[in-house]
């Protein structure tokens, strides 16, 4: 089986590496084309044996299954460019959420999916959002599905919750990941520890907490009480965060929906509306 990856960059390029680090796939196996020829040799230089395309169209044509890598924007004109090159046993994968299904089933003959990566599967964790459009059948979907387990947990789920879905697993660590930074410069300022130190404490404790919430079945809500003794220290830094925070959370989602929006909005203008049936985005 070929897997083809046109885009090489932040997600695609992890995507590669991903699979080929677990095992899911052989250098040999890959197909890659990009932009930036730079890029593509360097990704060779760590994994002799890929192969890289001198276009996205030979990418396209030589792929069992697809991956599309590129920003939102940027898709019109690359299913413009590789639309002829492909046939409907091909299966091609959107990585990028606001590019929807019917997107690329009005501009493609292939199989679509569309599967949001996180960056946690550079460590084999994490989950990946699938979501399968009307040509998979029973067989393709389990071969992706199979395929993905190799670099995390595969999860299926409505198109219409791909935004809020992706809030946690994708853009999740970024968020977590800010707020450890802005407690880990608070500590260091108050107290003098040592940045590394707190730091690694900071990343034990988060996956000790994911554990938790994943295998040792506590609810979030569950986890709180069992740590925070009433009337005790962490009980009563807890009521500070839920004053501080209070609104935080729902701003952040209606932030990052508004702009989900504007971009499926500008993506049915190139793609053009006629033909189109979009269910409503689930706000």
């Not at 940027?74 to 413009?80: Q, V």
């Not at 299904?101 to 999916?113: G, Q, V």
């Not at 009521?239 to 209606?254: A, C, D, Q, W």
Request: proline letters at 4%; aromatic letters at 6%.
């Amino acid at each position: 089986m070929k897997v083809g990856f046109i885009g090489t960059g932040s997600m695609g390029g992890l995507l590669i590496e991903a699979f080929l680090a677990s095992g899911a796939l052989a250098p040999g196996d890959v197909l890659a084309s990009n932009r930036s020829r730079h890029k593509l040799l360097q990704l060779q230089s760590r994994y002799p044996g890929i192969t890289l395309c001198s276009n996205n169209r030979e990418t396209a044509a030589g792929s069992d299954i697809l991956f599309l890598c590129v920003k939102p924007l940027e898709f019109k004109t690359l299913t413009d460019e590789i639309a002829s090159c492909l046939h409907s046993e091909q299966i091609v994968v959107s990585i990028t959420s606001p590019v929807q299904l019917y997107h690329l089933e009005a501009a493609l003959p292939a199989k679509i999916a569309k599967v949001i990566p996180s960056i946690t599967h550079c460590v084999r964790s994490g989950t990946s959002l699938c979501v399968f459009g009307s040509r998979i059948n029973k067989q393709d979907r389990l071969m992706l599905l199979q395929l993905l387990s190799f670099i995390g947990v595969p999860a299926e789920i409505p198109e219409s919750h791909t935004r809020i879905a992706s809030d946690f697993s994708s853009c999740g660590p970024a968020f977590i990941s800010f707020f450890l930074e802005r407690w880990i410069a608070a500590a260091v300022e108050a107290t003098g520890i040592d940045e590394s130190l707190v730091s690694r404490l900071a990343g034990e404790m988060l996956l000790g907490t994911g554990k938790l919430l994943t295998e040792g079945h506590f609810s979030p809500q569950e986890l709180q009480e069992r740590v925070a003794v009433r009337g005790g220290i962490t009980a009563e830094a807890l009521n500070h965060l839920r004053g501080s925070l209070e609104g935080v959370f729902e701003r952040l989602i209606t932030t990052t929906h508004d702009k989900y929006d504007e971009d499926v909005e500008r993506l049915n203008e190139l793609f053009g509306k006629a033909g189109f049936v979009q269910e409503p985005l689930d706000r």
